[in-house]
Every structure is written in structure tokens, then in C-alpha cells.
């Protein structure tokens, strides 16, 4: 009887668990070895060098692990890259200038997607251990790996000028998961191959950035970025960018929106029922304003917006209402001057001061000189009023 050759043997595995992670809810699969990013260290050690991280000090701390997977956990052999789609039903700019609502970026329109895509990653991983008694190590987006350089290493699409992983059957809109294994699984199979770029010539991402945030094509500075500005940045939002951020209340969608690959990527009509929340698709800026940290743990219990904490969510909120122009909001702003925290009292002066100039004025001469804050105190001098 004639034995199959190892390379048969490898396809066959790989084919079975593709077939596992695809009904499991996963649309794009693929596999790197170990060392398929060599360049990926370099080139995260000049972007940090760079300082364009911003306040991401957690980049550095663990940059040497970051930088290959055999860093991190030197026993891996093999990493097995997943796609979960979160195509969007609407268009994600169809509520731009729309004063009184707020913009959340799609991925956080409900259960927070680490919990959704970690789930499936474990069942996967549990099978690979069942069917091959490898070790696995599991990662979603909180762990130094360099999923995006993965993940266009095994085929899953191609880092795109906004740097965000673009794939050819569902556009800009893949959340990226990984499994490293100490098992050796065949790369030569259909769609391993490391993906070419297929941008051309095209820059409709840059140009869509609604705060200059890249620096050129495939860099991107976080320090500019609204999706920085609003989620990973603890403290005021830089007037320089507040009327750019608009109506953007957490994260922004524009230079993945504008993708022209997009139109190739169907609605995750399936998957919506994991991450869609309706209340969360265009919240009132009125109802975020009013929160307290114990109905802000309320609303967003789940989400992936509860991890910013209910000041920064009402910082931008305040941003948002201050571009918005609604005279409505000026209670809930004028409440906002005695927040407890400085963030949220420096913000509410300056769109009250967008709002309504002669209450500013009013509430500027009642207020400073027991302002104890020196940001907040910087706020009601600024002259841009």
C-alpha cells in the first residue's frame, strides 16, 4: 500500500482547519512560519523611535517581543492567522455634521470584538491541540503581536496605505486574530502565499484623513490620528484637532470607509448579530453628555468603549456637541464646568464657548480664579473664542 508523502499529510491538516476556522465564523485563513516578518522589528523600532506612538508607551515596553514571533515565545513554529469580518450594513460616513449625534467606529457598534474573536480562536485551538497534541498560544489585539504584518504574510491581504490590513474579498473591514503553534504547518497550500500590493496608484485613504495623520503612504502618526485622539489619549484633545474630529465620539472609520476594495466586501449580514447594538449605531450626544461613571458602566457593559472609562467618553462627546452647534446642549454643558474631572471641565469650556459666547463669558468671569486646574485655567484664557 503506498503511504501518502508528508507534504499530502500537511495539506490534508491545513484544508481540515480551514474548514474548522470557517465554521467557526472566520472568512479569511491563512499561515506564516515563524519568521516570515523580518523586516517587522526595523520597521516598528523606527516608528517608535519616531515618538509617532504618542502616549502608546505599552509599544515600547514590549517592542523587542512585538517585533517576531519567535521573540515572544520562542518555541512557535507556525502562526495561524484569522479574519473575522465586520463589513458594515450602512455607510459609515452617512451620519457626518449630523449635530446631536455622536459617531462610533463600526467594530465598537456592540460586544466587545476581543471577547467574540478570542471564543472562536480557543475552540479553534482546542482542535488543533485535539488533532495534533501541539502547543498553542492564542492572541486578539492585546498582546505584542504584529497581527497586520501576519497576516499579509499568510495571505490574508495586503497592508494598505492607511496601514490597515485590506483584503481583496472584504475590503478594509477584517478583524485579525492569531494562533501560534510549535506545530510545523505546510505554507504551500492556496492562499498562504504572502500577498502582493494591490493599492496601485491609488490614495483615496490618505486623503479622506480628516486630521493630516499620515505622514505618507503605509505611516501613519497616532499623535494626529481621531482614533488615538479619542480612545487611547487620556488627557485634553489638542485644540488643533477638535473641530477636524467633528461629530467622532470614539474612533474613526473614514480612511477605511473610502476603501475602494470595499466594494467587493459583502455586509457581515451573519456576524451582526455579534457586534451590532442599534442604541450604540448613532447615539444622542445629549444622552452620553448626562452619563455618570455608573451609567456609563451601564450603556456600554460589553463594549469595547467601556475600557476608555465615562470621562473620556463625555470629553468627546463635548468635542462633538461643540462642532454640532446645538444651543439645546447648553445645560447639560454648563453642568459639565463642575465635573469632577478636569478633562471633562476643560472641554465643556470650550464648546460652551463654540455654543454660546455670551454664557461663556458670563460663566468664565464667575469661574476662574477658583479653577484649581491649570489646563482647565488655560481653557478659559484661550483667545480663540
Given at each position: 500500500m503506498a503511504t501518502?508523502?508528508?507534504?499530502?499529510?500537511?495539506?490534508?491538516?491545513?484544508?481540515?482547519?480551514?474548514?474548522?476556522?470557517?465554521?467557526?465564523?472566520?472568512?479569511?485563513?491563512?499561515?506564516?512560519?515563524?519568521?516570515?516578518?523580518?523586516?517587522?522589528?526595523?520597521?516598528?523600532?523606527?516608528?517608535?523611535?519616531?515618538?509617532?506612538?504618542?502616549?502608546?508607551?505599552?509599544?515600547?515596553?514590549?517592542?523587542e517581543q512585538r517585533g517576531s514571533p519567535t521573540a515572544l515565545w520562542p518555541e512557535v513554529r507556525s502562526v495561524v492567522m484569522l479574519g473575522m469580518s465586520y463589513a458594515p450594513a450602512e455607510d459609515p460616513l452617512r451620519l457626518a455634521g449630523e449635530a446631536g449625534i455622536g459617531?462610533?467606529?463600526?467594530?465598537?457598534?456592540?460586544?466587545?470584538?476581543?471577547?467574540?474573536?478570542?471564543k472562536a480562536l480557543k475552540a479553534l485551538a482546542r482542535w488543533i491541540v485535539a488533532e495534533a497534541g501541539a502547543g498553542v498560544k492564542v492572541f486578539v489585539d492585546t498582546a505584542p503581536v504584529m497581527e497586520k504584518p501576519l497576516a499579509a504574510a499568510a495571505g490574508l491581504g495586503w497592508q494598505g496605505k492607511h496601514s490597515n490590513l485590506v483584503s481583496g474579498e472584504h475590503g478594509s473591514w477584517l478583524l485579525l486574530g492569531a494562533i501560534m503553534t510549535t506545530l510545523e504547518i505546510g505554507t504551500d497550500v492556496?492562499?498562504?502565499?504572502?500577498?502582493?500590493?494591490?493599492?496601485?496608484?491609488?490614495?483615496?485613504?490618505?486623503?479622506?484623513?480628516?486630521?493630516?495623520?499620515?505622514?505618507?503612504?503605509?505611516?501613519?502618526?497616532?499623535?494626529?490620528?481621531?482614533?488615538?485622539?479619542?480612545?487611547?489619549?487620556?488627557?485634553?484633545?489638542?485644540?488643533?484637532?477638535?473641530?477636524?474630529?467633528?461629530?467622532?465620539?470614539?474612533?474613526?472609520?473614514?480612511?477605511?470607509?473610502?476603501?475602494?476594495?470595499?466594494?467587493?466586501a459583502a455586509s457581515a449580514a451573519a456576524n451582526r448579530a455579534f457586534f451590532a447594538r442599534a442604541e450604540l449605531a448613532a447615539p444622542e450626544l445629549a444622552d452620553i453628555l448626562g452619563l455618570d461613571d455608573a451609567g456609563?458602566?451601564?450603556?456600554?457593559?460589553?463594549?469595547?468603549?467601556?475600557?476608555?472609562?465615562?470621562?473620556?467618553?463625555?470629553?468627546?462627546?463635548?468635542?462633538?456637541?461643540?462642532?454640532?452647534?446645538?444651543?439645546?446642549?447648553?445645560?447639560?454643558?454648563?453642568?459639565?464646568?463642575?465635573?469632577?474631572?478636569?478633562?471633562?471641565?476643560?472641554?465643556?469650556?470650550?464648546?460652551?464657548?463654540?455654543?454660546?459666547?455670551?454664557?461663556?463669558?458670563?460663566?468664565?468671569?464667575?469661574?476662574l480664579t477658583d479653577e484649581p486646574d491649570e489646563g482647565v485655567r488655560a481653557e478659559w484664557l484661550a483667545a480663540n473664542r
Open positions: 501518502a508523502s508528508h507534504s499530502s499529510l500537511n495539506n490534508s491538516f491545513t484544508a481540515r482547519l480551514e474548514a474548522e476556522a470557517r465554521a467557526l465564523g472566520f472568512v479569511a485563513f491563512g499561515v506564516a512560519a515563524a519568521d516570515a516578518i523580518p523586516d517587522a522589528a526595523a520597521r516598528l523600532r523606527a516608528w517608535l523611535e519616531s515618538g509617532a506612538h504618542g502616549d502608546m508607551l505599552w509599544m515600547e515596553d514590549r517592542a459617531r462610533i467606529s463600526v467594530y465598537a457598534q456592540g460586544q466587545d470584538y476581543h471577547d467574540i474573536v478570542k492556496a492562499g498562504d502565499a504572502p500577498h502582493p500590493l494591490r493599492c496601485g496608484s491609488c490614495d483615496a485613504c490618505l486623503r479622506a484623513c480628516p486630521t493630516d495623520a499620515f505622514t505618507a503612504p503605509f505611516r501613519i502618526d497616532a499623535r494626529r490620528c481621531i482614533s488615538y485622539l479619542t480612545i487611547e489619549n487620556k488627557g485634553p484633545i489638542p485644540a488643533e484637532f477638535r473641530q477636524a474630529i467633528g461629530n467622532r465620539i470614539y474612533g474613526c472609520d473614514d480612511c477605511l470607509a473610502v476603501c475602494p476594495w470595499n466594494k467587493f456609563f458602566r451601564a450603556v456600554f457593559a460589553g463594549s469595547p468603549i467601556k475600557r476608555i472609562g465615562r470621562d473620556r467618553m463625555v470629553r468627546n462627546a463635548l468635542i462633538a456637541a461643540g462642532n454640532g452647534g446645538d444651543a439645546g446642549l447648553v445645560p447639560r454643558i454648563v453642568a459639565l464646568l463642575d465635573d469632577p474631572a478636569a478633562i471633562v471641565r476643560g472641554a465643556a469650556v470650550w464648546t460652551l464657548g463654540r455654543i454660546d459666547p455670551g454664557r461663556w463669558a458670563a460663566e468664565r468671569a464667575a469661574r
